[in-house]
């Protein structure tokens, strides 16, 4: 694998990090009311 | 790999990678709404119940537990067929450092009328980071290395044993420059064939990219004609 894919699935995945941690805390406080 | 191959992988790992990261920080969260309220609530069942949890944080709970188990064993699966390095491995020690994380804090500074250091906090806090920090520090450097492409592996052997894309791919190489023996010709494709299906399986487990079972699977029919 390239350097150029490797790097381009670490950003995706640290994208899909950060989206998701935000998403929690937004789901948790419309859930939690 | 082709766009839209790329593109479907990328949705996937997105998907599923946002979705336990989604599930770790809901089980971080909930567990802190549960600790403000003294650590302990209970919700349902034919008893009086001294405290109540708070709105929506059982449901929460037990949907996060039960999604991010499957969300990380389908992450798991994508990145292991396709070969992509992953952050499977940093699950584990994200779910126990997180967690081990509110029981220090909470067992230091301790919500509502109680004052002090919370021994039994404190305790689970020390055995929540060594379940999550010792792992961390075992596989922090193959992590490293996959990412930056020095040794590691993305398929599952790699995962589980340690073993490299490199030998795989070496083996190959020399499957494919045996088959060109001229001797060997009318015996041949039978070999070829199954040889042929290792190529798919190596490929298919993630230890050959699609440009280098290409390579491989040319070199190999070349061989053949």
């Known amino acids: 694998m390239s350097s150029g894919r490797r790097l381009y699935w670490l ?13 929690a805390v937004r789901l948790f406080d419309w859930a939690t009311g | 790999m082709g766009a839209p191959k790329n593109l479907r992988a990328t949705v996937w790992i997105v998907l599923t990678l946002g979705g336990v990261s989604c599930a770790l920080t809901l089980l971080y969260l909930s567990m802190r709404a549960v600790m403000d309220v003294g650590g302990v609530c209970a919700e349902g069942g034919p008893f009086e119940i001294r405290q109540h949890c708070p709105e929506g944080v059982p449901a929460i709970m037990t949907g996060s537990i039960l ?41 230091i500074d301790p919500p509502g009328p109680q004052s002090g250091l919370v021994a039994g906090w404190l305790v689970c806090g020390g055995v929540f980071a060594l379940m999550g920090g010792l792992p961390l520090l075992a596989v922090l450097p193959s992590l490293v290395r996959r990412f930056t492409g020095r040794g590691g592996s993305s398929n599952l052997s790699g995962w589980l044993v340690g073993v490299s894309g490199a030998p795989a791919r070496r083996a190959v190489v020399r499957l494919a420059r045996s088959s060109r023996s001229p001797s060997q010709a009318p015996s041949r494709s039978p070999g070829i064939v199954s040889e042929l299906e290792r190529l798919d399986g190596l490929h298919r487990s993630g230890a050959l990219d699609d440009e280098e079972f290409r390579l491989a699977k040319e070199r190999l029919l070349r061989g053949e004609a």
């Not at chain 2, 699966?77 to 081990?100: E, K, M």
């Open chain 1, 11 to 23: 950003l995706v995945q640290l994208a899909a990090i950060a989206g998701g941690s935000y998403g």
């Open chain 2, 67 to 107: 999604g991010g188990i499957v969300l990380a064993g389908m992450y798991l699966w994508h990145t292991v067929r396709r070969g992509i390095p992953g952050f499977t491995l940093l699950i584990w020690p994200a779910l126990f450092l997180s967690l081990g994380w509110n029981f220090f804090e909470y067992g």
